[in-house]
């Protein structure tokens, strides 16, 4: 009779323990799973974790979103990239050297870079920001941060002396400084470039840089602009005329244009321009083989 008793029992007494354990286990699943720092802590604290358990916990969890916040910033950085906005060299710039010679190029002013940054870094979630420093050593520096909206930021710093050039008073000459290291750290940061205004060949960007820049002397007062431009010698002609000759046979530019862009640079003779005139454009499979 006892036996079969404890037959009877054996069963019964496993079956309550399973059915304990469903329970249990029912009811961790109901629980709601942490997702943050804070949770995971009340979690923890709640099993009664030590400070040290805590504190792991929350380093943690911070490692964890710094990790995620910087693989966004990568791939909104991508696709930034993908189709990255056009700067173009909007202002141009001029001076007299002591010898006489004439110094004229183009370059992009900070509200170029910024009008074109800062909408497209706006559409992928970047912000930027600017800080300026000025150490004892008279050097500015100017450091530019991009953050995303995930929250990882990233920087680059630039450092100048003060722009001493024509007759700036001392604010002029810091403000001209952070002004340029400004446009500077941004295209560095955002890994851009500024475009020529006009297709030159890597020329300076204008057609003729005399013809639109103030013209000032080392002391900067300004001086008269000169009547043409310099003559084109047969030894220098020898030396340009074949990167002339493949823009017009690439297609890039008619015989006619080309003599126009650069008969703003140098002056030609009759013997010069009709060479120039005398090359031809290539068909387009011609030049596609090349």
């Known amino acids: 009779m006892n036996e079969v008793l404890e037959m009877d029992t054996a069963p019964s007494q496993s079956t309550a323990i399973a059915a304990s354990a469903a329970h249990q286990v029912a009811a961790q699943a109901s629980r709601p799973v942490a997702t943050n720092a804070f949770e995971l802590v009340a979690h923890a604290a709640a099993r009664g974790a030590s400070m040290d358990e805590l504190r792991t916990f929350i380093e943690l969890q911070e490692r964890l979103e710094a990790n995620q916040a910087r693989k966004a910033y990568v791939a909104a950085m991508a696709e930034f990239k993908r189709t990255p906005p056009q700067i173009m060299k909007d202002k141009a710039v001029g001076y007299y050297n002591k010898d006489g010679s004439f110094t004229g190029y183009r370059h992009s002013t900070l509200g170029a870079v910024c009008g074109a940054v800062v909408e497209a870094l706006g559409t992928h979630g970047f912000s930027h920001r600017w800080d300026t420093e000025q150490p004892d050593s008279g050097m500015i520096a100017v450091t530019c941060a991009i953050t995303h909206a995930m929250g990882h930021c990233e920087t680059t710093r630039m450092v100048a002396p003060p722009d001493n ?118 068909p387009a499979s011609a030049a596609n083989e090349e």
């Not at 050039?165 to 400004?182: C, D, P, R």
């Not at 204008?206 to 008269?224: F, I, L, M, W, Y």
């Not at 080309?258 to 005139?277: D, G, Y």
Request: a neutral charge; proline letters at 8%; charged letters at 25%.
């Open 165 to 282: 050039s024509g007759k700036k008073n001392a604010i002029q000459q810091v403000a001209s400084t952070i002004t340029y290291l400004q446009r500077y750290t941004l295209l560095a940061a955002c890994g851009l470039a500024t475009n020529e205004q006009l297709d030159d060949d890597g020329r300076g960007g204008a057609d003729n840089p005399q013809a639109d820049v103030p013209h000032t002397g080392a002391d900067g007062e300004r001086k008269p602009q000169p009547e043409g431009p310099p003559p084109c010698s047969d030894q220098q002609f020898e030396v340009e005329a074949p990167k002339w000759r493949k823009t017009v046979e690439g297609g890039k530019k008619t015989p006619e244009q080309l003599l126009a862009m650069v008969s703003t640079r140098a002056t030609f003779t009759e013997a010069q321009k009709k060479a120039i005139l005398s090359w031809k454009q290539k």
